[in-house]
C-alpha cells in the first residue's frame, strides 16, 4: 500500500526558475492538499483541491500553481521560484465524506518535499 | 479567522515523567480536532480525531482529550520513543464542505532516557 509518494524528495533550484513537485495517491481520496512547513509559522495550506478539476486556493497560493486532471495527482508548481518558498512541502489527501459529522475525514501525509531556493 | 494555539513550544520530561500538551482554538464551528506526530524529516502521522467535548481517545502512552475551548494530550510515563513533535490541527464546519485543517505551530517533545 503506497499511498502518498511525493517527487522529488529534495530539490535546489534558482531564482526565477520554474519548479514542479509531484504528488501521486493510490487510495483514491477526492479531497487533496499542499502545505507548507515553516520555522514558526507550522503547517500552513497553499492550495487544495476536492474532486479532479476542482481547486481552490488556501491560507498562502501567491507563487503558486496547482492541477488536478487524474484524481490520483495533484502536482504543485512554483512559476518563477523565490527564496521565500524555501520550505518543505507536503502533499495529503483524505476521503469526503461531506454529511457524515463525526465521522473522521482523516488527512492523511506525504512524507514531504524539501525544497531550497538560491 | 480560526485559531489553534500550541503551548508549550517545547518541554523535555525524564523519561517515566508524565504530563500534558495543551492546544488551544478559536474557531467558528469544530467539526473535530486532530492530533499528529511528527518526526524529523517525516510527515505527520495522524494520532486521533475528537468531535465533541468530553471526549477522550487513548493509544498506548497518550490519551487526548477535549472540551469547549481547549484539548489536552496526556502522555504517561513516557519513553524515549515518544519524543516528536506533536501537532494540534482543527477541522470546521462548512456549507461548502470544506475539510481543510488549520494547525498550530506544534510542541516538540523530548523524552530524556
Known amino acids: 500500500d503506497a499511498g502518498i509518494t511525493q517527487s522529488p524528495r529534495y530539490k535546489i533550484t534558482e531564482t526565477g526558475r520554474q519548479v514542479t513537485l509531484m504528488c501521486h495517491q493510490t487510495?483514491?481520496?477526492?479531497?487533496m492538499f499542499w502545505y507548507r512547513q515553516d520555522l514558526g509559522h507550522g503547517l500552513r495550506l497553499i492550495y487544495y483541491?476536492?474532486?479532479?478539476?476542482?481547486?481552490d486556493k488556501g491560507e498562502v497560493p501567491d507563487g503558486y500553481v496547482v492541477s488536478r486532471s487524474k484524481t490520483e495527482n495533484f502536482p504543485l508548481t512554483l512559476e518563477s521560484a523565490t527564496r521565500s518558498q524555501t520550505s518543505v512541502y507536503f502533499c495529503?489527501?483524505?476521503?469526503?465524506?461531506?454529511?457524515?459529522?463525526?465521522?473522521?475525514?482523516?488527512?492523511?501525509f506525504g512524507e514531504g518535499s524539501w525544497l531550497t531556493v538560491v | 479567522e480560526d485559531q489553534v494555539t500550541q503551548s508549550p513550544e517545547a518541554l523535555r520530561l525524564q523519561e517515566g515523567e508524565s504530563s500534558s500538551l495543551n492546544c488551544s482554538y478559536t474557531v467558528s464551528g469544530l467539526r473535530g480536532l486532530f492530533w499528529y506526530r511528527q518526526d524529523p524529516g517525516k510527515g505527520p502521522e495522524f494520532l486521533f480525531t475528537?468531535?465533541?467535548a468530553g471526549e477522550e481517545k487513548e493509544k498506548e502512552r497518550l490519551k487526548a482529550t477535549l472540551t469547549k475551548k481547549e484539548s489536552f494530550l496526556h502522555i504517561t510515563a513516557p519513553k524515549p520513543e515518544d519524543s516528536a513533535t506533536y501537532l494540534c490541527?482543527?477541522?470546521?464546519?462548512?456549507?461548502?464542505?470544506?475539510?481543510?485543517?488549520?494547525f498550530g505551530t506544534g510542541t516538540r517533545l523530548t523524552i530524556i532516557p
Open positions: 487510495w483514491s481520496h477526492s479531497y
Open positions: 483541491s476536492a474532486a479532479a478539476d476542482i481547486t
Open positions: 475528537l468531535y465533541s
Open positions: 495529503a489527501s483524505s476521503e469526503h465524506d461531506r454529511w457524515q459529522l463525526n465521522s473522521g475525514n482523516t488527512i492523511y
Open positions: 490541527a482543527v477541522q470546521v464546519l462548512s456549507n461548502f464542505g470544506n475539510e481543510k485543517l488549520t
